[in-house]
């Protein structure tokens, strides 16, 4: 059964420190996505960034980026220059190819970043 | 502006009272789903929708009732046999293209017992 891990449920960062939120999963099917999500207070999930498991080079989007080891089975989110805005949880979520589509989710990293 | 639009932001049941959460949404997206999110947890999956007039359970689907009539809209109901409702609620959309279309979320519902 598929299955994603995160570990950390809370971390600290100074401002303008970069900051590694940790993300293992579980699957026996070859092709599938790895996505992270942020969810500030108010509560709405914002995409972050999309790792596929072909895919040969590790994802980028502006500050973050994704440290994909296929081996270990980990897809690690990497935020550079935190800024104070950047406080929320973190999900790290999964969808293979007989999922239908669906997104199976950890249980969230709640940052803290520190002026 | 396309996005998911979820109403109430707010939502009181009483004991023994069916509640509706709406979720409409304008990405023309076939599939559709909805998420329960208790205090400081992950998102579980309650039903999804890949088609119109097609849905199926997710993994905590007991004491909730979905449809699906069109594309535009998959509302939930909370009924009286959920026991323990209080949680927010999220929907979702997503493009069946690939594995990488990532799932557009709504503001979500916050629902309480009274």
């Known amino acids: 059964a598929q299955k994603i891990t995160q570990t950390q449920p809370g971390m600290f960062v100074q401002e303008k420190e970069a900051v590694t939120l940790d993300c293992t999963y579980d699957t026996s099917d070859p092709s599938y996505g790895l996505f992270w999500y942020k969810q500030p207070s108010s509560g709405e999930m914002i995409f972050l960034i999309y790792q596929g498991s072909y895919d040969q080079q590790n994802a980028t989007e502006g500050r973050y980026s994704l440290n994909f080891q296929k081996a270990r089975k980990s897809a690690n989110l990497v935020i550079s220059a935190s800024q104070l805005g950047d406080s929320a949880m973190y999900f790290c979520a999964m969808r293979w190819m007989d999922s239908s589509y669906k997104l199976i989710f950890g249980s969230g990293t709640r940052l803290l970043v520190r002026p | 502006d396309g996005g998911i639009t979820q109403s109430p932001k707010y939502l009181f049941r009483k004991e023994g009272q069916n509640v509706t959460l709406s979720c409409e949404q304008n990405?023309?997206?076939?599939?559709m789903y909805w998420y329960r999110q208790d205090p400081g947890q992950g998102l579980r999956l309650i039903y999804y929708?890949?088609?119109?007039?097609?849905?199926q359970k997710g993994d905590i689907a007991e004491g909730y009732s979905v449809s699906r009539e069109k594309k535009e809209s998959f509302p939930l109901t909370v009924t009286s046999a959920q026991k323990n409702p209080t949680a927010f609620y999220l929907c979702?959309?997503?493009?069946?293209?690939?594995?990488?279309?990532?799932?557009?979320f709504g503001d979500g519902t916050r629902l309480s017992i009274l």
């Open positions: 979702a959309s997503t493009d069946r293209g690939s594995l990488g279309q990532p799932q557009h």
């Open positions: 929708s890949q088609i119109v007039n097609d849905f």
């Open positions: 990405l023309n997206h076939d599939a």
